[in-house]
């Protein structure tokens, strides 16, 4: 059965879209397919600007026009006509969901005074149970209680049931007080959801419109984004350099020239806040002077002119507010705020959710962020130079997965990633050139290799490399883990590694697995990336690190030694290392569920695995498959991933005592975003 839940509000500008976004990813985690359903739409026509935004996200497979019920001029003119037609859209795209959120009216001005009752209708018509939003901007807790009080007589009034009623836009000091009134609420779920500041920040574009100015310069993504506020410069420079803050608007008059090459310097310089961009008012043309100093400067800063003078400038820009879900950086800030503060279980359990035996991709990557987030770990990435890195950082501090922190000037990293349009709010950028932190790692790493002859001299050449150096952040325990190889090749992520970090007691070989996302699960194929031919007892230490891995990542592991025959149907040198292999993982490690040597098709295909190998607890229902050599499991996983769609997470290193972890040159920003989150679940296990 499809089960949904109907998002609605009393009022206009509640700030709703924190709670429809949080229930699709919420939602997203826990089955494989998640509806939207907008009961009305403006126009029949134009598309709505929030149900574009709902259905962009990676689990929604609803089309638009699947989506949509009717107009609101149809439910004005023919009430029951349009009631009946929202019925029949809605029972044509449910079944093809596991779940759907209906995200209720945006309070049209024709319907206004109705409108809190049609939803009501529509909810019990849906046989949707209802999540109320109530907005708190300027009320006292009790006056949000009553607001939601009332709300819900109507909705029982029309025989819908709210489940669930969550105040929207909270100040962190009325939080308490605003749980603690709405808890007297009979029979409902409570929470209540702040609104982060850039959820409401309208973007650099949106403002230079607003104030019909012409771009001078800037590339579209960085006027994609986010401006934190204005601030009018109509002082002297070093008054305003007092002032400036992160990711703001600088308005300032065209004819004072004194202060605007030292803001483009100051933006450049990484001393002071990174700007969003400038507004130059008056219209007044730049001298020619000022022009080429200006440009002189490598600066990356937006600038735009408007002939409205400073004061209308600053009015507009001040009233100026954001589309909530006009970027991906607030559809993830408004995703972390509500799985941080509203109980998911509880709420599901009121929707009377049953979660899916699926496990799609995208379920395992919510469930990877999920993990991360449990507990927050400082990953380093020596490889600041590259822009997906600072991307994949700024997603990551976004999201809230991973304290970040990145190798190399500070100055210049912060200048790169405003170039490109990225935030670095939060992230610590270290400086490879600080002396005492340098001589400190040297002094260790030489001591750490003295039996090797290695000198402290040699031992600061070595610190000079930032896999070097990062890796010494991590056996220092000054980050958790570390995340390299976009740049540099898997030797140089590793080499640090082995030479100082070892590998767990016990084991004597770091190998590699990829988690393989499969459409409806997740396997584990090991070692397809660093062992090219283990002998058995490595191919034991790598089926029980393979096996360790599934473990942390929510994967019960039935492990298969794969190889070319089934039980003791072949013989044959390779045949008997698996053989062997095999019984030593029993030794080792008991209470495993593990058999070998067994062929893919037998390990995979529960019909097969009957008939090749009865009454095992692997064959046919295999969650872990160790290959015999680096040649078969690097083609094989290749193979899946490119015949079937799979999607590949790794490799990811097993065996040593901190993760440290490789990534492809190719690497793209989400490969790079996942390989952190996985680097710190694993440091949650050190």
Same mark, same amino acid.
């Given at each position: ?80 006509? %349009? ?358 790692? %040297? ?244």
């Amino acid at each position: 059965m499809t089960r949904s839940i109907y998002v609605a509000a009393p009022e206009v500008r509640t700030g709703w879209s924190v709670i429809a976004i949080g229930l699709i990813n919420a939602l997203s985690r826990e089955v494989g397919k998640v509806g939207v359903f907008r009961p009305l739409v403006p126009s029949s026509t134009d598309h709505d600007i929030f149900l574009d935004a709902l259905l962009a996200h990676p689990a929604v497979t609803t089309t638009y026009d699947e989506a949509v019920g009717t107009t609101y001029d149809h439910a004005l003119h023919e009430h029951d006509e %349009a009631l009946a037609r929202i019925v029949e859209r809605y029972n044509q795209m449910k079944d093809r969901n596991d779940a759907v959120v209906i995200v209720g009216t945006n309070y049209n001005e024709a319907t206004f005074a109705s409108e809190l009752t049609l939803n009501a209708e529509i909810a019990a018509n849906l046989n949707a149970p209802v999540c109320l939003a109530v907005s708190t901007r300027d009320r006292t807790p009790d006056e949000v209680r009553h607001i939601a009080e009332n709300a819900i007589a109507e909705f029982v009034r029309r025989h819908a049931t709210v489940i669930a009623v969550m105040a929207t836009r909270v100040d962190e000091p009325d939080r308490e007080p605003m749980l603690a009134e709405l808890g007297k609420l009979p029979d409902v779920m409570v929470a209540a959801l702040e609104e982060d500041p850039i959820v409401r920040s309208p973007s650099l574009g949106e403002y230079f419109q607003a104030v019909e100015a012409t771009v001078i310069s800037g590339r579209p993504e960085q006027l994609a984004r986010e401006s934190q506020g204005g601030l009018v410069a109509a002082m002297t420079l070093p008054h305003v350099l007092e002032r400036l803050f992160e990711e703001a608007t600088v308005i300032v008059a065209s004819d004072r020239t004194e202060l605007i090459p030292g803001l483009v310097l100051a933006h450049s310089s990484g001393a002071f806040p990174q700007l969003a961009g400038l507004i130059l008012t008056g219209g007044y043309e730049l001298p020619e002077p000022i022009v080429r100093l200006i440009e002189s400067v490598p600066h990356e800063l937006p600038m735009a002119t408007t002939n409205l003078g400073t004061f209308t400038t600053a009015s507009r820009v001040g009233s100026l507010q954001g589309r909530h879900t006009s970027s991906p950086r607030k559809i993830e800030i408004m995703r972390r705020v509500f799985d941080h503060r509203v109980d998911v279980k509880e709420l599901f359990e009121r929707m009377r959710l049953a979660p899916s035996d699926v496990r799609t991709p995208l379920m395992f990557e919510h469930q990877l962020n999920e993990m991360a987030r449990a507990k927050k770990m400082r990953i380093v990435l020596p490889e600041a130079g590259d822009d997906r890195i600072l991307k994949s950082a700024a997603i990551v501090m976004q999201r809230g997965t991973a304290a970040i922190i990145l190798l190399g000037n500070p100055i210049a990293v912060k200048a790169q990633a405003s170039a490109i349009g990225v935030s670095l709010d939060g992230v610590e950028i270290v400086d490879m050139t600080e002396p005492e932190r340098l001589q400190r790692y %040297a002094a260790k790493y030489a001591e750490l290799r003295a039996h090797k002859g290695v000198t402290l001299e040699q031992a600061l050449e070595k610190m000079k490399d930032p896999s070097y150096f990062g890796t010494m952040m991590v056996y220092l325990g000054e980050a958790d883990g570390m995340v390299s190889g976009a740049v540099n090749t898997t030797a140089n992520t590793i080499r640090p590694s082995l030479e100082f970090v070892k590998t767990k007691p016990g084991v004597k070989v770091v190998s590699s697995s990829f988690l393989m996302c499969m459409p409806d699960r997740v396997d584990v194929y090991g070692d397809c990336a660093v062992n090219p031919d283990p002998t058995a007892e490595q191919l034991a230490d790598i089926a029980i690190g393979c096996a360790e891995t599934a473990q942390i990542f929510g994967i019960e592991p039935r492990v298969a030694m794969l190889s070319y025959s089934t039980g003791t149907s072949g013989s044959g040198a390779d045949v008997d290392k698996v053989r062997e292999a095999t019984e030593l993982v029993r030794q080792r490690a008991p209470q495993l569920k593990v058999d070998g040597p067994i062929q893919f098709d037998a390990a995979i295909d529960p019909t097969v695995g009957k008939k090749k190998m009865p009454g095992s607890e692997v064959a046919g229902q295999a969650t872990v498959f160790v290959f015999p050599d680096l040649n078969t499991g690097n083609n094989t996983y290749k193979a899946v991933q490119r015949s079937s769609g799979a999607i590949a997470i790794g490799p990811v290193l097993q065996g040593l005592n901190k993760p440290v972890n490789d990534l492809s040159r190719g690497a793209l920003v989400d490969d790079i975003v996942n390989t952190i989150a996985i680097t710190a679940i694993q440091a949650q296990h050190s």
